[in-house]
């Protein structure tokens, strides 16, 4: 992984020490070194109650930090893998979108991830209602049908203690949005049959590059500064990947960035934040491009590219009559022809001079780099958080939301009292 | 199509009169009134030449406002209705993507569309030409498996008229991202079995509305005299979409709102623009909206509800062991849940005071309300262009990227001379 940065900052005194000392509180840090021999056990108990290879489907219930991690990995890695698994996501409550998730699953083949840091997410446990009346319904055993993941202790926990069920923690200082390398995310992937090792291994490069004064630290450092520094004028951040496989992983970093940077500043009542933005090339040079090239100068925008694809087909050397003009590309593999748009952004980018850009460029999509590439964002936000002077890890903004909710709900209760529970 | 302003402004006098008077050049006003009799023709000539009901995969290659509003529409209507065809895209030079369109159509079986205005847009040649070789490979007859849909006089149609195919316009005063109701859109839309003339019924009820003092005139010039008036601190405009859904509609709206608005001043070198975010709900109430609750004040947020969901699905009234504090849904239908999550937001973002809100609510999801949806944010996008002083209509800072894009074509060819085209 390689990062370049087009602007220059003095960095900013005494943050690295501040995340020296964050450390010690915050779980996510230590999650690359963790000892996966939990998970390995997890598998070899999976396969000694279910018949692992006939399992063609894994399909998560969960939302926001519970979803967006591994749907992110593994939407990358089939970019470059035919896997024999197939990866779903009941990530809302719309109804139709429950009913097109359930047409595309095998039910009885299918093994349910129940992902809930506090175990009760409204959207989750409605979802996996559903889910269990549905399977009895059709006379489905529930026996180590569920794997759940949750914070130790929980309510969720204790429920999955009442019938046969596989249960993993999620260690209790790695909030959510923070959670993708812990079970929350390996555990669903691992299943799959992601290399997870691999994936920590890649955050661990990332981790000793930072904290042993590697490549990454200075770069991390400046773009750092230069976003909290900018926050005013540069309100808005655009991370342009010029990868289809990545465009849940642009997801994933709209959540982390916007959760963690979008608050109320530590001793003052005064609104903060960043607003993510998550592009994919070329697509988005036909829509979101100009608005970046002439519109308000409020973005910074860091182009992804990837080094090498697996795929090389080729344009092919053929002349079309009538658009013979149009031989140029001809023979061009359309992975070069991606990097190509890539550059080409970035040069007509740099030209304006008052943009501020950098380039992250990954040698390859592979679980080692995709892991680089999460604990690099990790990183840069706890960063950025630690200089804007907010709490990076917690959301207090959506709890007013809830408590609204759980007001109605309980309104529509007095209302239509509910048939007793079985 | 119901659409409540939380927020007050005096109408910028004059405006109105300046959208009366761009009408008569600008091509996709009048788009709702047009006669369809051009499409039916098309249909019956293709089922005389194609066996319609055996094609079973419409595959638009194109990109941008050749892909994104076609995208949006089926996209929408899929939640409420199966079709017979599946529609797919080819919006990338993504190797990977490439491959993976291909890999979920059966070729044999599939009708494509080349949609470019301009007929010799980059990326859709290069994978018009990958498909057109590989037909060739697996021998399988080029004979009336495309339609074009480009500029009259264009290139691509002169290629199109070398072989058996069809052709339609883009009338020429109707640019990329206003299109989707122009044949561009409604082609391949209606060749899947969208009732495209409910979908113009619908676009022309706002127009009129509009044009003739209905109840959205006075909704419409405020909210844009407010976007407008207040873009140098609400620069982003975010659009909250509670349903799955409309999930290719705000990708659309994001085209159409950043392309149009992100631009150099009419005489003056100035920088404005407004950017446009997408969200659903509630899937982003776990991503985003801490941002938008906490974070700077530099958001409007526009909540777009669902009145009436076909899908009537319940969460069921089962208790779970350890969960009972969670029977508070049970028997709530799923569709009740998301527009009650909805209400919650709305709530919420009210009690904040300074985030200017409105709701829009849709009765249904149908032909006749997407085709509303579509006008009103066209004219929307029309109005705050025209208070913003800028030319809605063009996109020129897209240019110099293609012109460096083309240097560096023209330089692998010197290096690497193709081989002689056949």
Not at 202 to 218: C, H, R, T, V, W
Not at 390 to 415: A, M, W
Request: include cysteine; proline fraction near 3%.
């Amino acid at each position: 992984m390689k990062n370049s940065l087009y602007f220059n900052i003095k960095v900013e005194e005494g943050i690295f020490d501040k995340i020296v000392a964050e450390q010690k509180s915050i779980g996510y840090y230590t999650l690359p070194e963790q000892d996966i021999s939990y998970l390995l056990n997890y598998l070899e108990e999976f396969k000694s109650k279910n018949d692992y290879d006939a399992i063609k489907d894994i399909a998560i219930i969960g939302i926001g930090g519970s979803s967006l991690g591994p749907k992110a990995i593994f939407r990358a890695l089939q970019g470059i893998r035919d896997f024999d698994k197939r990866l779903h996501l009941f990530e809302s409550t719309d109804p139709a979108s429950i009913r097109s998730t359930l047409n595309k699953l095998d039910i009885k083949n299918t093994h349910f991830f129940v992902i809930s840091k506090s175990g009760t997410t409204i959207e989750t446990i409605s979802v996996y209602k559903y889910v269990i009346s549905l399977l009895k319904t059709k006379d489905i055993p529930l026996d180590y049908r569920f794997t759940f993941v949750t914070d130790d202790g929980s309510k969720l926990e204790a429920h999955a203690k009442t019938f046969n069920s596989f249960v993993l923690h999620i260690p209790v200082n790695v909030g959510g949005r923070f959670s993708v390398l812990s079970a929350a995310g390996l555990a669903p992937l691992f299943l799959a049959g992601v290399d997870i090792q691999r994936l920590l291994d890649g955050a661990l490069a990332i981790k000793q590059s930072f904290f042993e004064d590697g490549y990454i630290k200075e770069t991390l450092l400046k773009k750092a500064t230069y976003y909290a520094k900018n926050s005013m004028n540069y309100n808005i951040n655009t991370l342009f990947a010029y990868s289809e496989s990545l465009d849940s992983f642009t997801d994933w970093y709209v959540q982390l960035w916007g959760e963690s940077l979008g608050k109320k500043q530590r001793h003052s009542s005064f609104n903060v934040g960043l607003t993510p933005v998550g592009l994919i090339g070329p697509k988005d040079q036909h829509s979101f491009l100009q608005l970046i090239v002439e519109g308000l100068r409020d973005k910074s925008v860091t182009v992804l590219k990837i080094e090498n694809f697996d795929d090389k087909i080729k344009i092919p050397a053929i002349t079309l009559k009538e658009l013979e003009g149009l031989d140029l590309m001809n023979g061009i593999a359309f992975c070069d022809l991606i990097n190509m748009q890539a550059d080409s952004t970035i040069e007509a980018l740099l030209d304006k001079k008052d943009i501020p850009i950098d380039t992250i460029t990954l040698q390859h999509i592979d679980e080692e780099n995709i892991g680089k590439l999460i604990y690099y964002y990790e990183l840069l936000t706890s960063l950025v958080g630690q200089m804007m002077n907010v709490n990076t890890y917690d959301q207090p903004g959506v709890e007013s939301g809830k408590k609204i909710l759980e007001g109605k709900l309980l309104e529509e209760r007095k209302n239509f009292p509910p048939k007793k529970g079985k």
